[in-house]
T-cell receptor
Framework: GEEVAQTPKHLVRGEGQKAKLYCAPI?????VFWYQQVLKNEFKFLIS????????ETGMPKERFSAKCLPNSPCSLEIQATKLEDSAVYFC???????????????FGPGTRLTVT | GQSLEQPSEVTAVEGAIVQINCTYQ??????LSWYQQHDGGAPTFLSY????GLEETGRFSSFLSRSDSYGYLLLQELQMKDSASYFC?????????????FGKGTTLSVSS
């Protein structure tokens, strides 16, 4: 599609439950990024993919967070055993390749608001 | 570490000009981007500077000085719809500087 799609829009989980978020990048974009935004403040980078391969996972809290981008499927971000501090809006963004490098412009989806109670 | 500083709030009236400054400290630098976000919605790309100087796109312009680790976003002929949060972001980490490091955002309020 022409826009980054994210589902669900809202997700409510009790502490300790699992949360799974989905992202469909713009068709033809080979890079996918996940960011976390708490309280409308700064975005925290979590992980990026080049097609189905992890490109940069330096922002991921690896104990409970995992992510995948499989061929012909939406990308996913999963949080095992959610904590109150995981409450945030999770944005997915995609970007395309320009020549040998990645485009500087990232296209963001509408986000998934995760509330942990 | 890596950090970006920008003012938390700016207010202006319709038709005015406003400048939002951004200073950054990063280990490695590829370029400075600006994104607009309305009320927690999807951030949208406004501009990107990789080299020193001014880039103009309609009512919005962005400036970069790499030697000063400083940039700004200039918004001219302000309209009510420009009320939003504006984030500067640096490409400075990971492989080939792909991920964005964001500032905390500047909330712009435009009044009539």
């Amino acid at each position: 599609g022409e826009e980054v799609a994210q589902t669900p829009k809202h997700l409510v989980r009790g502490e300790g439950q699992k949360a799974k978020l989905y992202c469909a990048p713009i068709k033809g974009h080979s890079y996918v990024f996940w960011y976390q935004q708490v309280l409308k403040n700064e975005f925290k980078f979590l992980i990026s993919f080049q097609n189905e391969n992890v490109f940069d996972e330096t922002g991921m809290p690896k104990e409970r967070f995992s992510a995948k981008c499989l061929p012909n499927s939406p990308c996913s971000l999963e949080i095992q055993a959610t904590k109150l501090e995981d409450s945030a809006v999770y944005f997915c963004a995609s970007s395309h390749q320009t020549g040998d490098s990645i485009s500087y412009e990232q296209y963001f989806g509408p986000g998934t608001r995760l509330t942990v109670t | 570490g890596q950090s970006l500083e920008q003012p938390s709030e700016v207010t202006a009236v319709e038709g005015a000009i406003v400048q939002i400054n951004c200073t950054y400290q990063t280990s490695g630098f590829y370029g400075l981007s600006w994104y607009q976000q309305h009320d927690g919605g999807a951030p949208t790309f406004l501009s990107y500077n990789a080299l020193d100087g001014l880039e103009e796109t309609g009512r919005f312009s962005s400036f970069l000085s790499r030697s000063d680790s400083y940039g700004y976003l200039l918004l001219q002929e302000l309209q009510m719809k420009d009320s939003a949060s504006y984030f500067c972001a640096v490409r400075a980490r990971g492989q080939a500087g792909t991920a964005l490091i964001f500032g905390k955002g500047t909330t712009l309020s435009v009044s009539s």
